[in-house]
């Protein structure tokens, strides 16, 4: 019975998780501000570590789990770079 609330928990995660990423991958097409666009794609690269959390619970894969890694250390460095640019016209000084 358990397995099987764990189970429909985790497909309800995964399809809450792909509209969130749609939402953001909208806002970075539609974004007024260029502010806008850098805080969507904070939002979607986060979105898409969770996706490959979740995946990863539910597929019993510890593959999934070094990617969310990945894209987690990615994701952080080019909101960084994003940031310093948007901050100060140039990411290398």
Do not use: H, W
Request: charged share 15%.
């Amino acid at each position: 019975m358990s397995q099987m609330i764990l189970n429909a928990a985790l497909i309800y995660a995964q399809v809450a998780l792909g509209a969130a990423a749609c939402l953001a991958g909208l806002r970075i097409l539609r974004g007024p501000r260029a502010q806008d666009r850098v805080l969507a794609l904070d939002t979607l690269y986060i979105v898409a570590m969770l996706l490959f959390l979740v995946t990863g619970m539910r597929l019993g894969s510890l593959f999934l789990f070094e990617a969310a890694m990945v894209v987690a250390v990615m994701g952080f460095v080019a909101s960084v770079a994003l940031a310093k640019f948007l901050f100060r016209g140039e990411v290398i000084e």
